[in-house]
């Protein structure tokens, strides 16, 4: 019966270790969703958990985002997001990247759009 009970207790410490790892790396990867390296930010950069809910963002090309004197234009929606806008924000690597509902999909809502700063 001991060696039952030794075996039972190594399968259960070994569970709750592979639960523990398993949990520790879900948290990590909960807390930011990286964009990807680009010249200017060769590390990349993290977005806002707000914004992306770890898989919401993509980088867009400048061409899938246009302006209009009242505001943003995402040209695969049709959606217009006011310059001041609080879901507008600056852009680390100077590159657009937009946050939308249903996992990016281009059919999504907007929940962040990063802009490049205005150039002089």
């Not at 075996?7 to 523990?20: H, M, P, T, V």
């Not at 919401?56 to 997001?81: A, H, L």
């Given at each position: ?9 190594f399968l ?23 964009a990807t390296?680009?010249?200017a930010?060769?590390q ?16 867009v090309?400048q061409?899938s ?5 009242e505001?943003?234009?995402i ?17 680390p690597?100077g590159?657009?990247h ?15 759009l ?7």
């Amino acid at each position: 019966m001991r060696h039952r009970d030794r075996q039972s207790r190594f399968l259960l410490a070994g569970s709750l270790a592979i639960a523990i790892v398993t949990s520790l790396i879900c948290i990590g990867a909960a807390l930011a969703h990286e964009a990807t390296p680009t010249a200017a930010l060769p590390q990349g950069w993290s977005y806002p958990f707000a914004c992306c809910a770890n898989y919401d963002c993509k980088e867009v090309p400048q061409s899938s985002i246009s302006e209009r004197p009242e505001g943003y234009v995402i040209k695969d929606t049709g959606e217009v997001i006011a310059y001041r806008d609080k879901r507008v924000k600056d852009s680390p690597d100077g590159e657009y990247h937009w946050c939308a509902h249903q996992a990016g999909l281009d059919a999504g809502k907007t929940i962040c759009l990063f802009v490049p700063p205005p150039s002089y």
